[in-house]
């Protein structure tokens, strides 16, 4: 069985990550930036679990889980905030959110 | 030997944060109660361990009571420091303290009757126990650190006493006066305390004033001239005398307790308690000597003049201040302190009676508006009399056994070193005196004798002006039969000051009436406090001399005033250039003016206008504002407030970094 090779993996990562960066700079809805930004995340883990097998070495992996819980924890305090925005503002755009400019 | 003198410190310390707290909430009665009670425990602290001390053998009457280490540092190697704060006790403090606490007591008695109506009656009260708590840590600190903090702090009651009156923009102008001229005097103690520590390792009077044989003379002399310069500002000595005239804008019991009975007195104090450096340094004493008696001549030619019968003897405390200092140059510490103590007693009186008759005369307090007072005020009358008499050195009262003694040690010390300038001062002191009787007389006469002379206009006619609202008007004169005698809480205080006049004078020496052995307060000091300084003792014969000499002086004084003013005092225009000139106050204060704060402020004013201030000083600070809001007006552009604006600068951030590391390889 012939094996694919690293740089497709690498290669595949590359390209969902630059699709999970478009995403979160050209949308608008903080729901889409999330999954965009979970995209980016997971095209990481990718990388790390193929360079993981390559190498033959379990730190890429361990990586892996670590990157996963933050990214959980991170969605949840993401919702929360989504959430009582949208119930003060009754729109979550996130361009309209810009009371800190300069 | 018990100590108690923490106690003595604590009882007005506490009656001053009781009162600061709460006077304003509390009834006159209490904060009466609270003022006198605080006051009264203090002396009845004093008098027991006065009491105690006379119990204890000489050897045992020095008592260094520490109460906790307040500050160590550099326990190492080298010169390290350690302050504790603690009391020290010896006949010194001792007299210090019933002075300062028995005149306080029966002054804090007076006021309840001298500030009944005054609106700030609590706030009173409060100063009042402060400044005897200031007072007391002043005589009784066992260290120079902490006789500067009690030093500060009487300075700092005098200037909330003296501004009192806040309504007042003279009483407050003169506040502000005592306080800076007592500034360069706390700061030539500060000097001195560097010096001292520099040189001995140590601030414990116990330390330095033990054996300062070792360091050498130029050291003392200069340690000794700065605590010297501290002594003139707080006791009024010339050059630095000119706030306690100023200070009469207090109300008469701040006077009388603290320009002329205790706080003045502190320099006097401090000369005597570092009488083993003084003892050192010739030169240093006879500047002292020589300060002294100038002090005591000119402010006595400028009471001669003066109108204001509170400056008279402020004018006149000063001239004292000026013996005490003379007495001390000499080396006779015990007879400067013997005058202090007879002094607090007549100048107590002598103000409490001014104030009487101010009192009674509702505010009035140019003798031009007296006269007649005699025969309406006859406790007053007769006390003042009595506190005219001491000061004048008649005998037997106080002021004749204090003046006498100084005046006999400075004959003594004359004719012993034969040095011409002893028997100047000598001279100087018996001119004094004869000065002293006349306008003391001169004051005398001029509040009590003839006919009354203020022109009352009617008293129906309310005045709203500021003074009113101080609670302290004139009004234009008090109908002559509406003048009363004060209240006996103001009487008694003045009845038992005049009995102390008349025989404080035999706490002194006796041997002039060849009583060798009576001297119960010079032995008391000598034989601890002062016991290297060396004993001056006159031949009877030189004694009787001074004596003599003295009481003719003051009898010729007494006579020229009998004739000018016995029939009442009457002012005339006088224009003789040197009338003019005593008149006022030799323009000292017109001549300050002109030499310091007109350049100072002319300079300021040429300054504050040039284009240095306008243009480079305002102009720079001004232009590096204007650059910093200018910059951040254009950075801030880039805090868009976009989210996604954000993500990409993280992202081009990144991809900078990735492409360097790239390239680079």
Not at chain 2, 232 to 241: E, V
Not at chain 2, 415 to 434: D, F, Q, R, S
Not at chain 2, 456 to 470: G, K, L, N, S
Not at chain 2, 577 to 601: G, H
Request: hydrophobic share 55%; net charge positive; charged share 10%.
């Amino acid at each position: 069985m012939a094996s694919v090779p690293l740089s497709a993996y690498l290669i595949m990562s590359a390209i969902l990550f630059t699709i999970g960066a478009t995403g979160v700079l050209i949308r608008r809805n903080p729901l889409i930036i999330f999954m965009s930004i979970e995209l980016m995340l997971n095209a990481v883990n990718l990388s790390f679990v193929a360079l993981s097998h390559f190498l033959d070495s379990a730190d890429g992996q361990m990586f892996v889980f670590i990157v996963l819980t933050v990214a959980a924890a991170e969605v949840v305090v993401g919702l929360a905030l989504i959430v009582s925005i949208f119930r003060s503002r009754r729109n979550i755009d996130v361009d309209e959110m810009n009371i800190l400019r300069g | 030997m018990a100590n108690l003198s923490l106690w003595v410190l604590l009882f007005p310390l506490l009656g001053f944060i009781i009162l600061g707290l709460s006077g304003r909430f509390i009834q006159r009665s209490a904060v009466l109660a609270v003022a006198c009670g605080a006051c009264g425990l203090a002396f009845l602290c004093a008098v027991i361990n006065f009491f105690s001390m006379l119990g204890t053998p000489v050897s045992g009457r020095v008592s260094d009571q520490v109460v906790f280490n307040w500050l160590t540092s550099g326990t190492g190697n080298g010169p390290s420091l350690t302050i504790g704060f603690g009391q020290y006790l010896d006949p010194l403090s001792m007299t210090m303290l019933l002075v300062v606490t028995g005149v306080g007591l029966l002054i804090h008695i007076y006021s309840a009757g001298y500030m009944e109506e005054d609106p700030g009656f609590w706030r009173f009260f409060a100063y009042l126990n402060f400044f005897i708590f200031a007072m007391v840590l002043l005589v009784s600190a066992d260290n120079f650190l902490f006789l500067l903090v009690g030093w500060a702090l009487v300075g700092l009651a005098s200037f909330l006493l003296i501004g009192f009156w806040y309504q007042r923009r003279s009483a407050v102008a003169a506040a502000r006066k005592a306080f800076v001229i007592n500034v360069i005097g706390d700061f030539g103690l500060m000097l001195a305390i560097f010096l001292i520590f520099v040189n001995f390792q140590s601030l414990n009077f116990s330390d330095v004033l033990k054996n300062p044989i070792s360091i050498n003379t130029g050291t003392i002399t200069a340690i000794c001239l700065l605590l010297f310069v501290a002594c003139a500002a707080k006791s009024a000595q010339l050059p630095l005398y000119m706030w306690l005239p100023d200070a009469m804008e207090g109300p008469t019991p701040v006077s009388a307790l603290i320009h002329a009975a205790t706080m003045v007195t502190a320099g006097v104090y401090l000369v005597a308690r570092t009488h083993v450096l003084f003892d050192l340094a010739p030169v240093a004493l006879n500047i002292v000597a020589a300060i002294g008696g100038a002090t005591a001549l000119f402010a006595a030619s400028i009471a001669l003049f003066q109108l204001d019968i509170k400056r008279v003897l402020a004018y006149s405390t000063i001239s004292q201040l000026g013996y005490m200092f003379m007495a001390e140059g000499v080396q006779g510490y015990s007879a400067g302190i013997f005058h202090l103590v007879t002094h607090a007693f007549f100048k107590a009186l002598l103000f409490l009676g001014a104030g009487a008759v101010i009192h009674a005369l509702d505010g009035e307090q140019d003798m031009r508006k007296m006269g007649g007072l005699w025969s309406r005020m006859r406790i007053t009358a007769w006390t003042f009399l009595i506190a005219t008499l001491a000061i004048s050195g008649i005998p037997p009262l106080a002021g004749f056994w204090s003046k006498d003694d100084i005046l006999g040690t400075l004959l003594a010390q004359a004719t012993k070193t034969g040095n011409p300038g002893l028997y100047v001062l000598w001279g100087i002191g018996l001119l004094t005196a004869g000065l002293t009787a006349f306008y003391m007389f001169r004051l005398f006469f001029a509040i009590f004798s003839g006919r009354y002379r203020a022109q009352p206009i009617a008293v129906e006619q309310e005045d709203e002006d500021e003074e009113a609202v101080a609670g302290h008007h004139h009004a234009g004169g008090v109908y002559y039969y509406y003048i009363r005698e004060v209240p006996p809480v103001m009487s008694i205080p003045l009845i038992i000051l005049a009995a102390l006049s008349v025989i404080g004078g035999f706490l002194g020496s006796l041997s002039l009436i060849g009583l060798a052995k009576w001297a119960p307060l010079p032995n008391f000091l000598n034989a601890v406090s002062f016991q290297g300084a060396p004993i001056l003792e006159a031949s009877t014969a030189i004694m009787w001399m001074s004596t003599g000499l003295s009481v003719l002086v003051a009898l010729l004084g007494f006579a020229v005033a009998w004739v000018l003013y016995r029939k009442g005092f009457s002012y005339k225009e006088n224009r003789s250039p040197l009338y003019r000139l005593i008149l006022n106050k030799y323009y000292v204060d017109e001549a300050l003016s002109f030499v310091l704060i007109k350049p100072i402020q002319g300079l300021g004013r040429v300054v504050g206008n040039s284009f240095l201030e306008g243009g480079v000083l305002d102009g720079g600070s001004r232009g590096i504002a204007r650059l910093f809001r200018g910059v951040s007006k254009g950075i801030r552009k880039v805090q868009t407030g976009y989210t996604r604006n954000y993500a990409l600068g993280i992202l081009l951030g990144v991809v900078l970094i990735v492409v360097y590391y790239a390239v680079r390889g």
